[in-house]
């Protein structure tokens, strides 16, 4: 062993009916580590964690969790694995601390076990309040959480965190991120899959982009980015006749790429990190220039398909030029 | 063996996994579907309108049989409520049976079953858990169905000890005939089909069978079906144990069914569920 690879899989496929939900994945997470699996709906990133996690049985393929085969020892991956679905997977009727502890128990950490584990993790995911309450009564963010803490009662070493974050507000997003840093910074391995390319490269160490049940790319955050196109500022000043001076604090603060005007009056810039932004909003304050818009963001899910396919992820929608 | 590692201040979420993975502790499916049934029974106790079938029916049933059969068909209602409270008893409980495949038909599609399948555990502990949790729905309706019956003047002619074991009988059955309905449950795709077809395997056997006239007033050709219905021998063994009428090898024939029923059912439930995904 020369790698310490505690998620491979080779050639997984996967038909459902006439469906082919996935036609040949591969995929590999070392010890410790992030993989982001991004794809648009329906690229076979829920089948894809389905199969890893002992749930579907892959028609061609195989997979190991920490070297045991997910269908010929499916039993001793189950032991090893978190999972945490796109639909919390909890007892809606139970209350949150009932469905810890009914959990805790079936992983054999005894009355007392499972009851302190529960309230350590209900603690940890601010449920105190709303413990005793059934878990009906939660809001999505709340349901999200006790579903990830339901997943991590018995330590796994391998989470698999199915979409955690979609239909989450940006602020219950930051919460989740932090959760997954703090497992990873535990030692845990996770992967998760995203439809968010500001996700992946939040969190993960490397990205899988699936797309129709194939891998169409594999690399780092940076690499990736490197192929897409990284953050790109982009910036309108109030008075559209300082534009060409915002333009040459742009270039500045870009290490000299050179600003385009994407929009009328709106000015667009690659650059490095978020640095950028910190210079450039000094930089314009300081030389007096007001701006009605300021925005940092990397290439959304669109823009990365259609830069790696040269179609987009959604085929259903027309493409804004 | 893991309190030791939940001394640690922070909650640790990563880190190893429990030691020896791989060991099995003893009695892991006696405990698993321990725990299972009390989810079940938590679930219970949130829903109580879910027991009507267990509390109302018994009661309705009583009450609307005794007055427009009672005179008809014994001479009396009193008569007629010593000969029928043991058939009440039994049809009831049968259709009580109903409920579980509905509900963990329902069940399956949400997440819950998905972490089940996740788990470390055996493959029919959830289902095991579902079937003995509904235990004290039949022990409500025995409850209900004698209460109602003393209320309206039933006595039992034997013991307590035989009357209890009467109970026990039914519910054993009922438990029994709970693994068709996990069946269908697990193998039709909506609640509402699951208990369609119940019904259409519950009404011909309480029907076509002792519960409401003897045997013998039936017409010729149905009594082939009667004499072998698994309820026939449920009621006619409870009407020994209740009011010391002859019990002959309708014990045996119950508890023959029962094994048969679970013998048949419960492997092709685990099979259908296993399957479902």
Known sequence: ?321 | MSTATLTTPRPAAGGPAPSAPAARKPFALVRHTAALTRRSLIKTWRTPEALIDVTLQPIIFLAIFVTIFGNAVAGSTSDYLQFLLPGILAQTIAQGAIAIGVNLNTDMEKGIFDRFKSLPIPRIAPLLGAVTGDIVRYVIVTVVTFATGYAMGFRIQTDVGQAVAGSLLAILFAVCLSWVSVWVGMVVRTSGAVQGIMFLIVMPLSFGSNVFVQTGDLPGWMRGFVNVNPLTHLVESMRGLFLGAPIGNHVWWTLAWCVGLVAVFMPLALRSYRKKV
């Open chain 1, 1 to 321: 062993m020369t790698t310490d690879l505690v998620i491979e899989a080779e050639g997984l496929a996967k038909h459902f009916g006439e469906t082919k939900a996935l036609q040949g994945v591969d995929l590999s997470v070392r010890r410790g580590t992030v993989l982001g699996v991004l794809g648009p709906n329906g690229a076979g990133k829920t089948t894809s964690v389905r199969i890893l996690s002992t749930l579907l049985t892959p028609d061609a393929g195989s997979a190991r969790i920490n070297g045991f085969d997910v269908v010929r020892d499916a039993e001793r991956v189950r032991q090893s694995i978190g999972l945490t679905g796109q639909y919390a997977s909890v007892d809606e009727d139970l209350t949150g601390r009932q469905n810890l502890v009914l959990f805790g128990t079936l992983l054999e950490l005894g009355r007392v076990g499972a009851r302190a584990r529960a309230t350590e993790l209900l603690e940890w995911f601010d449920l105190t309040d709303a413990a005793d309450r059934p878990a009906k009564t939660y809001s999505g963010g709340m349901r999200r959480r006790l579903d990830l803490a339901a997943s991590l009662v018995g330590r796994p070493d391998v989470i698999f965190l199915d979409e955690p974050t979609t239909g989450l507000d940006p602020a219950k997003r930051e919460d989740m991120w932090d959760v997954v840093r703090s497992l990873v910074a535990d030692g845990s391995t996770v992967l998760l899959t995203t439809q968010y390319l500001e996700e992946a490269d939040a969190l993960a160490d490397e990205i899988t982009v699936i797309d129709h049940g194939r891998v169409i790319a594999h690399d780092t955050p940076e690499g990736l980015k490197r192929v897409v196109g990284g953050q790109t500022l982009e910036v309108r000043p109030a008075d559209p006749a300082r534009l060409a001076e915002t333009a040459s604090i742009l270039a500045e603060v870009s290490a000299g790429a050179r600003p385009d005007e994407i929009r009328s009056g709106m000015l667009a810039v690659p650059v490095a990190g978020d640095e950028a932004l910190t210079a450039t909003v000094a930089r314009l304050a300081s030389s007096g220039i007001a701006v009605t818009e300021l925005s940092l963001h990397l290439p959304s899910l669109d823009e990365v398909f259609f830069t790696l396919t040269g179609r987009t992820a959604t085929p259903d929608e027309e493409v804004a030029a």
